[in-house]
């Protein structure tokens, strides 16, 4: 069975990494939910992609230089406001697994700080997390903080090695995106004993291209066409 993952929820029908789009993807029964997180500059964990808040909000200016109030001023689409973490986590509830892909430098503590929290004091289990990023530095950090937590290495091309990037950081998964992805990739990452999710991947025929290479999971704003 290939899983269903709602990318920044379900983002081709409400806005991007919004309570929303994470509702919205829930109803359309997703697997796991990928919401993407930084830190504002005034400490917490923001649900937004893009390091600037320009693309997706009224504002301008960088996540990072300005503090939570100021953020949640903003209209992120449909007047809906910049989540916190814990605000999309209480959304989700346990319904879906959770891919928390880290966006900035330095949070991996602060992101391992939250996961604990709702692991031991709201019911959640190490296994309804799935923490990513392109950043390896970061990914490798998280691991040491929290070994039980499932990990998943982002690439955009295709490396030396195939897999092997994703095997030294001990991940789970694999997560190509759908411009590099080939057979080879693919069968070098399972050989490894690998998970590989694609992303993202909207339309009919890209979604069977990839489901016919063998993937066991693809990224989608549009999580019903899966």
Not at 124 to 143: A, G, I, M, P
Not at 181 to 190: E, F, P, Y
Request: charged share 25%.
């Amino acid at each position: 069975m290939v899983l269903k993952i709602g990318h920044r929820g379900a983002a081709g029908y409400e806005p991007e990494n919004t309570l929303p789009s994470f509702k919205k993807a829930l109803e359309l029964n997703v697997d796991l939910v990928e919401l993407d997180v930084q830190a504002c500059k005034s400490g917490e964990l923001m649900v937004i992609h893009d390091l600037k808040v320009d693309r997706t909000t009224n504002g301008t200016g960088y996540v990072c230089e300005k503090i939570f109030n100021e953020l949640r001023i903003l209209d992120a689409g449909k007047k809906q406001t910049i989540p916190s973490l814990q605000e999309a986590l209480d959304m989700i509830d346990k319904k879906a697994k959770v891919n928390i892909e880290i966006k900035s430098e330095g949070i991996a503590r602060p992101v391992f700080n939250v996961i604990l929290e709702y692991v031991k004091q709201k019911g959640w289990s190490w296994d309804d997390f799935l923490v990513s990023s392109f950043n390896h530095y970061e990914l490798q950090k998280f691991s040491q903080l929290a070994p039980q937590v499932k990990t998943g290495a982002i690439i955009a091309g295709i490396p030396i090695g195939y897999a092997q990037c994703a095997s030294m950081l001990k991940s789970y998964s694999l997560h190509p995106s759908k411009e590099f992805i080939n057979q080879a990739l693919v069968d070098d990452a399972h050989n490894r004993g690998l998970k590989v999710y694609a992303y993202t991947l909207n339309e009919p025929e890209d979604i069977q291209k990839v489901k016919l290479l063998g993937v066991d999971g693809i990224f989608s704003n549009f999580p019903d066409r899966i």
